[in-house]
């Protein structure tokens, strides 16, 4: 007759915890004596493990009943009864009609249910290490390639044809512009190289987990629309290219009225030669930046040279003053720096979706810091000394770039046509990379996030392309007006939206985010706040764009004050500063959940690495509703159990943090040796606040699992290596590809009190007892000299000694007490390992 090992079910502290599992081991008499016997405790398992295990044995566990088994926390309860609206939307989602949508559904994670799959796939995950491979360099690369394109040229042009700044005057504008934008990028991009999270994630943080909605619409529309303008430019320099090659283009019948044919038709060849390049993943792309780096930027300093050439040098350009005067001049060179400002309102807020790359966050901060300002410098220096030249050579600045390289056709040579379609074939790459890079992956990303099931950064992708034919970009680019008032019009929007971020990120929150309850709608979750939606981050947002809103009806025309129009002068800083200060006000006045634990800041980032965002909705067990026999199995946990100073756990949490993979299950292992796991309980806090699955289980011996006294004394059985062998028949059981037993830096809350050696151990005895007053340690001494270890005095000498090195709260913990009732209703265990006294080492540990 052989005996097994056997789980019993396993439970749920608390009821907003993941996976909180208590597990009690048994031995079974098996009835089937013709069975292969099979030993207690297998031997094939000889060491701890922190790695995934290369032997799968057989367990030697079973489990009673089936919610026993870890699937069930996973599996969403399909015997679930619906009635009602809800018994409609089960038909809906049954439907044929659903069935063949569900044909199209993006590849995700198993275990979602219908509400889950609203809000993740596989591109809206925390991004995964082998997908991080954005370096220094790459940023570097990124930002040089996305500073060389025309749009940023046309913004610094129209600094002199508008605002009738001189050269000199518009590049300090741009310093100043690029600059700001630069510090308000790396403060962005932080949160996704922290946690590596995208945009529509970070959201959901300060606008909730459907609120996030609304604000990540308003960046998907304004990406659609600029990568119709980007590519309503780029096939600009398709129909250069075309008319340095064949001349008798511009002579071609225009059948489509406005815009004319032959540049719909430019520009929808630049479109349909875009599509193949919006099929690769965002990681592999950052090679086809490096390229524009190096390309585009000679070009850019050919046209440079080449129009200075034809102005006759640079004396006539630089030597030209600027048309504005007084107060004119001034609100110039605000507005000015505010275009700059305004040409990265996108790239500000959605600067996460490409920072979550990042193998380091400095890899994303440094980088982009510098390089923003000084590559944007740098090409907007060349656009305006072009523009500056045109009015030289023409009488009239153009403040289109390509405008004026199409003037340069007239009366070309072969040899200057062909250094025309250089520049345009370069200008068309670096449009190209600028629609990926700052449009249709951040188009792409927010899709995925309006419509995860069915939506990937691919096919989001690819719908903004469609989209940026819909919205007939050439009708912004009629005027250099028109197109910087719409500029303006946008940053009202995503000002007040990273207003938003910002405060809750940096201030409210300092830095502390659970990233998977950024993936849960369950209503207890931190970031569900009000059916879905906080609205703290929308009263803010609201009041971030009322502060501009009369100020853009006098943009587009109407009369208005002039105080107005003095404030939208600087919208993007009143919107995003009212903003955040409207919603740290609120948040002061109507807390959140979710802050930092400690109250200081407090990031713990690669927590968010193998993040499972299923949640099974029946899982959630309510302590309080536990049967008594229940309450008699787990334990019943209340706040008098939490043994542990909170802000002291964290401390230590933060300091080994990054060494924790999300979801994977910290297996807690206790001491005595026997003395059961109830004293460790407060480490649910864990999974209470950081959703970490912690796994408690009493060993062979104690607690609730099965008890041997006929093995009482028998050093040869209790020994270390059968310990660790049922450690090993639990994970093979539990099913654990991998799972946290001490990890680094944590090992002073995890294993808080395991010798590296009896001897060690013993000495330290020794050190701690010397502390004592003089008279304890000779009651000791003397009652371990004649092995008297039943004495009271004995016993009352220790319980000192316990209170002084071991638990010094009073009165002790109800968690620490239970757990020496269980050591002392029954020591077998502890007497044949560590014999009769802590304070001495006698049994099969000696050796």
Known sequence: MSRRLQS?????????????????????????????????????????????????????????????????????????????????????????????????????????????????????????????????????????????????????????????????????????????????????????????????????????????????FNRAAMACVWYGVQAWLGGHCIKIMISSVWKNYETVSNTNGDPPTREFMAFFLFWLLSLPALWFPVHKIRHLFTIKAYFVPLAGLAYFAWAISKAGGLGPVVHQGSSAKGSDLAWGIVKGIMSGIANFATLIVNNPDFSRFARKPRDAFWSQLVIIPVGFAFTSFIGIIVSSSSAVIYGEAIWNPLDLLERFLNGASSGERFGIFAIASAFALAQLGTNIAANSVSAGTDMTALMPRYLNIRRGSYICAIIGIIICPWNLLKSSNKFTTYLSAYSVFLSSVAGVIFCDYYSVRKGYLQVKDLYSDRKVGPYFYTLGCNWRGYLAYIFGVLINIIGFAGAVGATVPASATYIYNFNYFTGFLVAAGSYWLICRISPIDALSPTGQWFEIGDDSVNACMAYDEESSIDVDGMTESDNTLFGKADESSKAIDVKGVFDVVQAGWRSIEWNRPLIVLHGGPGIGHKYLLSLTDLTTDFGIPVIFYDQIGCGNSTHLREKNGDSGFWSVQLFVDEFHNLVDHLGLASYDVQPKNLNKLIIGNAPASVRDWLEGVVTLKNRLPQDIQDVLDGCEKKQDYESPAYKEECTYFYKLHVCRCEPWPRDLLDAFENLRADQTVFRAMNGPSDLTVKGSLKD
């Open 8 to 216: 019993l079910h396993p439970a749920q502290f608390f009821s907003s915890s993941p996976i909180g599992s208590f597990y009690s081991l048994r031995t079974v008499d098996s009835d089937d004596d013709q069975r292969e016997q099979e030993p207690l405790i297998s031997s094939e398992s000889t060491s701890y493990a922190n790695t995934p295990r290369t032997r799968s044995p057989r367990p030697h566990y079973r489990t009673t009943g089936p919610s026993s088994h870890p699937d069930a926390f996973y599996k969403p309860n399909s015997g679930q009864k619906h009635t009602g609206f809800d018994a409609i939307l089960e038909r809906f989602r049954n439907s044929k009609v659903v069935n063949f949508i569900d044909n199209f559904a993006v590849e995700n994670e198993p275990g979602l249910n219908s509400t889950q799959l609203m809000l993740t796939n596989l591109d809206l995950r925390p991004v995964e290490p082998e997908r991080r491979q954005w370096g220094a360099w790459n940023y570097v690369g990124f930002w040089i390639a996305d500073s060389f394109n025309i749009n940023t040229w046309m913004i610094s042009s129209a600094m002199i044809t508008e605002y009738g700044l001189s050269w000199w005057q518009s590049w300090v504008c741009v310093w100043i512009g690029y600059t700001i934008s630069a510090c308000f990028i790396c403060v962005m991009g932080r949160i996704g190289a922290i946690y590596h999270i995208g945009y529509p994630v970070v959201a959901r943080a300060s606008f909730g987990i459907w609120g996030s909605l609304w604000p990540v």
